[in-house]
């Protein structure tokens, strides 16, 4: 099937009489004919236990999402963060390390540099663009994963994905993507070489501002073996001694995260999160369409402003990922355009607040024009010198293209930088 088949029909196929739409399964724990059958449950979780850590109606949609990125099996989180956080405690303990690009989410700059920091997991930051033999230099002995953003928020730089593929694999160690901003529509990260794929489906997932999620997709290509992980080769004491490699194979990755991860952290998505991102994805293939085709419109508009000094925007001939974004991002490079006003972070504000039809509020890649100034909000505490070493310039705007008719995104911008 096609992705836009996939969006609608994936994950859910009703039977003889059954409802039309997947239904929402609104119930904490399910029923057992016998103590012996529960007592089994406990040693070999075939069957939802406890909406701890599955449940049927969110289940659909971790299918659906495992077959749109071309993975064997996903796990649906109640926020992107829980799906970045649990992706790496699934392959890291304490003493571990692992590598990320620099040019991520805030939000997960954060997590690595300070709450993993605190478990004694250590995240080594490299430059994407550095040349293989820089990037080798970054790993240790106990290097156990590699982190990077297909799509960077909000700097919007392209990851060379084979490139960070080549260099992992060379380590024996897995890929893990967030492709939050791309969705499996624009980019399927598996495809190039990554082994695990993060999302935040709080953004063009959900798509409508409802409702934050994530999740994490097992690839099921990445080899467990090899003496580097023994969590996934010896037997779990906490699981009755299961071998996660010897007892799911392909999906040992994926299903201990949900036994163990989500068992015992519980940041598992509602029945009715479920099934309101599952309304999101049947929307997507069309939607984010419409956010490429608008967006482009919108950056070409700021490219020939003369109150514009830069526009970040992949897909314009001329920026500085246009070649990767044309190889891993052919159908466009989402909603989001970053670009800095002349005249700094004052500027950038007054332009913000002389906005109407766009909304100055703290999120991104939903289905309304939003913008937000990450150096007066995300990246508040920083210095002017430190925002730029964090490539997020002063005068730097993250504006969030949403579904509204392009002429009127097009006019209230016009209509604020005259202001200026
Ligand atoms: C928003 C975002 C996250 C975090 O997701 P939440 O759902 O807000 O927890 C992670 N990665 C990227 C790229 C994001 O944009």
Known sequence: MKDETKCLHSGY???NGDPRVMPIVQSTTYVFDSTEHIGQLFDMPTAHMYSRFSNPTVEVVEKKIADLEGGVGAMCTSSGQAASLLSILNICHSGDSFISTSTIYGGTVNLFAVTLKKLGIECIFVDADADEETINQAFQANTRAVFGETLANPALAVLDIEKFARIAHNHQVPLIIDNTFATPILCKPIAFG????VHSTSKYMDGHALQTGGVIVDSGKFDWTNGKYPEFTQPDESYHGVVY??????????IKARMQLMRDFGAYPSAHSAFLL???????????RQYCENAQKVAVFLKQSDKI?????AALEGDKYHELAKKYLPDGTCGVISFVIKGGK???????DGLKLASNEVHVADIRTC????ASATHRQLTDEQ??????NPGMIRFSVGLEHVEDIIEDIQQSLAQL
């Open 13 to 15: 196929t009703p039977k």
């Open 194 to 197: 990554a082994d695990i794929v």
């Open 245 to 254: 490699t010897r007892d799911f194979g392909n999906m040992a990755y994926i």
């Open 278 to 288: 599952n309304l999101g994805l049947e929307t997507l293939p069309i939607r984010m």
């Open 309 to 313: 000094e830069s526009v970040s925007y």
């Open 346 to 352: 004052e500027m950038a504000v007054k332009f913000m």
């Open 371 to 374: 913008v937000l100034h990450p």
């Open 387 to 392: 925002l730029i070493a964090a490539g997020v």
